[in-house]
Structure formats: C-alpha cells, structure tokens
C-alpha cells in the first residue's frame, strides 16, 4: 500500500514524498480513509505510531477542497488540542510539513510564553488551531479565538490529559464547539474514565486500534540492567562512555533526579542537558534543538516533559527509573524505533523496582533479557511480602486519645505526609 491509493491529493502526495515517506503506518492505512468518509473516529494509538498525519492529512484535504474557491478572512475550521506545549509544536509542525502545498493555515497556542505572538498570529486568520487546554481557554475568554466555525476537531492523548488534570478544560472547551463537526479521540490506553469522555465527545465513531506490542515491544531491542540506586549513575556513564550512543533520552523520574544526573554526567565529562517543567519554554526548546542538531548527544527527560520529542535518528532510550506505570514503559520505549525504525531501549532497575518491572513484563506479554555481565551488578534481595496486618477500623481520633496524645486529629491528619496526593513528576 502506497499512500497514493489512499486518494491523497497530489499538493499533499508531494510534501509526504518530500519528507521521505513511501508507506502509510498501520495507522494511516486504517484511519485515513474512515477519516475521508466524514466519520468520527476512535484511535487507540501512542504517539510513535505515525497517527499525527494520520489526522493532520485528512483534515488538510478537506480544508483544501472544501475552500478552494472561498475568499477573505479564515475562519478556524480544524482544532487540535493537546497536552502538552512539546506536543503542540510538534503537531503544528506536522501540519506545515504536510500541508506546504495547500496554502492551508495553521497556529499553535500554548501556556508559559507571552501571548502577543500567538494573538497576533490569530488576528491573521488561520484555518488549523493546535492548543493546550489552558492558553485555549484563556484566548478564547479574552476574546481572540472564537470555536464557532469548528468542522473537526481532535482530542490527542486524552489519557495524558485526564491524568495531568485538565478533564474540566476539556468539558468547557467541547461545550464551545459546534454540534456538528467531525470528531476524533486518540488515547494510548482505554481505562474506563477515558471511555466515558470519548462518549462525551464521539457519535457513532469507527474504530481503530494499534497494539503497543506492534508498535513498540516488537520492534525496540529491549534489556534490563539489575544495579542499586547509587550505582546508577556509574553505569549510565559506563555505558554511555563503552557503547557509540548517537542519541540517547534518559527517563527521571523526578526533574530534581533529571538535574542530578545531568550534573553527576557533567562530571564524568559527559555533556548532557535535562527538560522538565521547571525549565522556561526556551530553556527546554534550546535543549531540545542543541539534542536534535546532535550538539548533544544525551537528554534527560520527565515523562510529562518528553511526551512531544519526535527526534527522528534517536537510537536508545535508557529507562534511569523505572515507572511504575507500566504502560509509561511502553509510551518511554516508543521513543525509539519510531515508524518502523528499530531501537534500543535499556532500564535499570534497583531492588525497589522490581515490581514495577513485573507489571511492566506482564502488561508487554513478554521477559526483557537482564544483562548480567556489567561492572555494577546489584544482588539484593527483594524482602518478602509481609502478610498484610489486621486493620481495626476507628472513630476519628480514637488511636490518638489511646496513646495519650492530647492532639487528637485522625490518623491521617497525623500522617499527613503518607496521604499527601502524589506530586506529578512535571
Ligand atoms: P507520530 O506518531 O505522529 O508522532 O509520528 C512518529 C514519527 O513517524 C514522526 O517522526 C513522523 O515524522 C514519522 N512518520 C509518520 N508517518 C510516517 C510514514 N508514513 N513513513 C515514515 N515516517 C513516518
């Protein structure tokens, strides 16, 4: 299958040929053609997978045919909203990419940076709108985008948004935009409050699902190293230093461990840059082209922070930490062998992790190789499970009169630090 039979309009047919793509992804080949139809869709798909242009290019041919002969000012026509800023630039990217010959055009608006480029590129008119929730809303409740005129919109990574918080932005944003419209939701995973917004969002869609495994465990060189917390950053430098690594993506998962490792890195000599939230916009887009420009070859990431890296040559991803979320593994390691390109993609796992590291094989259906052989290898044993103790359930305070504290409060109030909602990495 080329994309040729998939009746793409030369003006696009010639911008894909320019950036070298011959064949659609599975999702193209699948999407694409449901998408020409009109119908909504559905896509469980990661990024990784090529489903970018798999919605950027149908809505470029629609906008195209449908306003060949139309004059004036532009009305937004398509949104796309997504969660993060890396995520936005990269989607607004692609729709320049693809649409170069259409004349179709795009704008991308996100929080963090001063809004007078982004109203200024507004006010000029544009037919395709990429957005984070926040700045979308903000821009709209100011008076400088108007949804009226919405055709088709696409919700990306939805999962990603209901876990970074922004369900409420997404119900408030969908109530702005029009009925009728055509209608697209891509998510990675399917838990059932994602199901529940598709619902919110989709009529009737058509359905199309990437397997991670096809996408990713297939297709990325996969190992674990077993080595202690403090011997971590030893081995990342050992392997860095033994192995040519191109480009490597290191996952922290905490920024202040991403600044660590850079600075620890530093010392060994190794020239290495970190993107987190806590960094400016400029600040990460700089490390971001210094990483894509090969000026440095190692880049340290929170998850949140590299969910819109699209470097095309990256050979490795090293899992530093490993995530307790066992499909992040799966969006981590997607990072590599992007559209059918193979990757390497390498994790160390200290005694704490071992769990998540049997969710992650459980979730993925298959055992990643442990490298015995390396210069920092970890025996400990994981302790046993302790049957679990017999809990008494109390009246609020109860536990601390008993004990002769005069405090009271609950047990929780007490432990507030065991309850404490747990801190996004980014
Ligand atoms: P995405 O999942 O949209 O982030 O795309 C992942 C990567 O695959 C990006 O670097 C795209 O430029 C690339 N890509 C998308 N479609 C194709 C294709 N048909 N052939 C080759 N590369 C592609």
């Known amino acids: 299958m080329t994309f040729k039979d998939l009746e ?25 053609p449901i998408l020409f139809k009109k119908h909504d869709l ?5 990024t990784g997978t090529g489903k970018t242009a798999a919605f950027s290019i149908p809505i470029l041919q629609h906008i195209y045919l449908d306003d060949r002969a139309k004059k004036g000012k532009r009305d937004i026509k398509a949104l796309i909203v997504t969660p993060t800023r890396e995520l936005a630039l990269q989607i607004a990217d692609s729709f320049t990419k693809y649409g170069k010959y259409t004349g179709v055009k795009n704008t991308v608006v996100f929080g ?36 009226s005129k919405i055709e088709y919109f696409v919700l990306d990574e939805a999962d990603h948004m209901l876990d970074m918080g922004f369900i409420h932005d997404i119900r408030k944003i969908i109530q702005k935009i029009p009925v009728k419209r055509q209608s ?52 990342l430098s050992h392997l860095l230093q033994k192995y040519d690594i191109d480009s490597v993506l290191v996952f922290s998962r905490t920024k202040h461990g991403a600044n660590k490792v850079v600075k620890l890195l530093g010392r060994a000599k190794i020239k290495a840059d970190a993107i987190h939230g806590n960094k400016s916009q400029a600040a990460r887009q700089k490390a971001l082209k210094n990483f894509k420009d090969g000026i440095i070859k190692v880049l340290i990431a929170t998850d949140i922070a590299a969910r819109g890296i699209d470097v095309e040559a990256m050979s490795h991803v090293i899992n530093y930490d490993l ?11 997607g990072r590599t062998g992007r559209a059918g390109k193979s990757g390497i993609a390498i994790s160390f796992c200290d005694v704490e992790e071992r769990p998540y590291l049997r969710d992650i094989e459980k979730l993925i259906g298959q055992k990643i190789s442990i490298v015995e052989d390396h210069p920092y290898p970890d025996d400990a044993k994981e302790e046993p499970l302790k049957p679990a103790a017999k809990t008494v359930r109390q009246k609020p ?26 801190k996004k990495s980014d």
């Open 112 to 147: 963090g940076v001063n809004q007078n480029p982004q109203t200024s590129s507004l006010r000029a008119g544009v037919d395709v709108l990429v957005a984070t929730p926040g700045r979308l809303l903000d821009l709209i409740q100011q008076g400088f985008i108007s949804l």
């Open 8 to 32: 793409i309009i030369e003006p696009i047919l010639r911008a894909l040929k320019e950036q070298g793509y011959t064949n659609p992804t599975p999702i193209q080949e699948q999407s694409i």
């Open 184 to 235: 697209l939701f891509f998510s990675a995973t399917m838990p059932p409050a994602i199901v529940k917004l598709s619902g919110a969002i989709l009529g009737n869609p058509k359905k199309v699902t990437i397997n991670p495994e096809q996408t990713t465990a297939e297709k990325v060189e996969q190992s674990v190293y077993f080595v202690s917390r403090k011997n971590k950053v030893k081995l």
């Open 397 to 422: 305070g109860t536990w601390a009169r008993k004990a002769g504290n005069k405090g009271g409060g609950n047990y929780a109030q007490r432990n507030r630090k065991y309850f404490k909602p747990k």
């Open 323 to 333: 995530p307790n979320i066992p499909e992040t593994y799966v969006h981590r390691i």
């Open 42 to 46: 559905l896509g469980c798909a990661q």
